[in-house]
Every structure is written in C-alpha cells, then in structure tokens.
T-cell receptor, first 113, second 112 residues
Framework: NAGVTQTPKFQVLKTGQSMTLQCAQD?????MSWYRQDPGMGLRLIHY???????DQGEVPNGYNVSRSTTEDFPLRLLSAAPSQTSVYFC????????????FGPGTRLTVT | ELKVEQNPLFLSMQEGKNYTIYCNYS?????LYWYRQDPGKSLESLFV?????AVKQEGRLMASLDTKARLSTLHITAAVHDLSATYFC????????????FGTGTRLQVFP
C-alpha cells in the first residue's frame, strides 16, 4: 500500500489563482480530512468527509471547497488564492467506525504571492 | 468553543531524565490523540485514548487520559536524543466525525 499520497509537494501561486491539491489513499478508508499547518502552530481542520458523497466543514473552511466522489480521492480546491492561505496542507485518513488511528500524508507546501 | 492547551510549549531536557507534557481541553470529548512531528515532516500517530483512565505505553512514552479533569499527559521516561520532536495532542469535537482540534504543540529537545 502506498498509504496516503498528496500532490504536488510544493506549489507557488499568485493571488487570485485557483488550484486543486490532490489527496488519495489506497487503504479503503472511509474517513478523510484536510488540515492546514501554519508556522509554529498545530493543525487546523479545513474540511472532512465520512464517506463518498459526504463532506462537512471544519474549523477554517472559508476559501476552500472539497468533494468526495470516490472512497480513494479527496481533492481540496482553492477558489481564489490569497496570501493568508500560504501554509502546509496535510491530508489524513482513517478506516472508519471503531478504528480511530489517523494516517497522514506527506503534506503540500503552498506559497501564495 | 473547544480549546486545547499544551504546556510547556518548549522543553529542553537532558538525556536520561523524566518529564511530562500536559494537554488540557475545555469541553467534554470522547477521543484524544497524541502525535509526533519531526521538522519538515508529516505527523506520526502515537496514541489514541478513548476512555477515562485510559493509559497507553510505547517504549519511553506513556499517555494517560482523565476525562473528568479534561486532562491528558504524555510522560517521557529516561529521555533519549531520538525523542527530540514536536508533540501535539488533539481532541475530537464531536462523536465519530474527526473534527479534531489540535493543541499548539510542545517542542522537545533532548541533549546529552
């Protein structure tokens, strides 16, 4: 198993551009989440999904969209990038009911100029 | 609003010594996580604590949970340099939804 994969690893955007961060897992996990981590801080939840077709907002959802059309993929879309979205983005997954350990992807470092 | 506070924020300790990191949270929760993060790396899951009085141990690390006090501790026994990292606790906001709130982390440095 490749586990949780994220692409790209690094990205530089200009203000106002849009892009999609990709996240995939090959472990048939039901639950997937997106977090951002700013320097010197813990992670903050952006959006999460408890299964294909089901998503919900986390702590800091503004400026981001998600969809979950398959169990494997959970892309994060930045609609109109802003410098405040400069951060490291982590995707995570876990199996689902009664299995709580989360597996994190390697992260995407995004800079918005 | 659920808040999660860790202390200390920074911890410099000598090899062989013991120390405890504290994680306080502000509302009731049924799950608490501990993670490790090395510089520039992703998060590694250490422990998931699911009930009051839960205690888990892995090597030199032991985590415990007191839901009545809304407190979790991560105890380090006989620290070694390889334990140098940032440690985060995270608390689930609601039942079985993965709405985790993270603490700000404790940066641990172990020196000879």
């Amino acid at each position: 198993n490749a586990g949780v994969t994220q692409t790209p690893k690094f990205q530089v955007l200009k203000t106002g551009q849009s892009m999609t961060l990709q996240c995939a897992q090959d472990m048939n996990h039901e639950y997937m989440s997106w977090y951002r981590q700013d320097p010197g801080m813990g992670l903050r939840l952006i959006h999460y999904s408890v299964g294909a077709g089901i998503t919900d907002q986390g702590e800091v959802p503004n400026g981001y969209n998600v969809s979950r059309s398959t169990t494997e993929d959970f892309p994060l879309r930045l609609l109109s990038a802003a410098p405040s979205q400069t951060s490291v983005y982590f995707c995570a997954s876990r199996p689902g009911h009664s299995s709580y350990e989360q597996y994190f992807g390697p992260g995407t470092r995004l800079t918005v100029t | 609003e659920l808040k999660v506070e860790q202390n200390p924020l920074f911890l410099s300790m000598q090899e062989g010594k013991n120390y405890t990191i504290y994680c306080n949270y502000s509302t009731t929760s049924d799950r608490l996580y501990w993670y490790r993060q090395d510089p520039g790396k992703s998060l590694e899951s250490l422990f998931v604590l699911l009930s009051n009085g839960a205690v888990k141990q892995e090597g030199r690390l032991m985590a415990s949970l007191d839901t009545k006090a809304r407190l979790s501790t991560l105890h380090i026994t006989a620290a070694v340099h390889d334990l140098s990292a940032t440690y985060f606790c995270a608390v689930d906001m609601s039942y079985n939804t993965d709405k985790l709130i993270f603490g700000t982390g404790t940066r641990l440095q172990v020196f000879p």
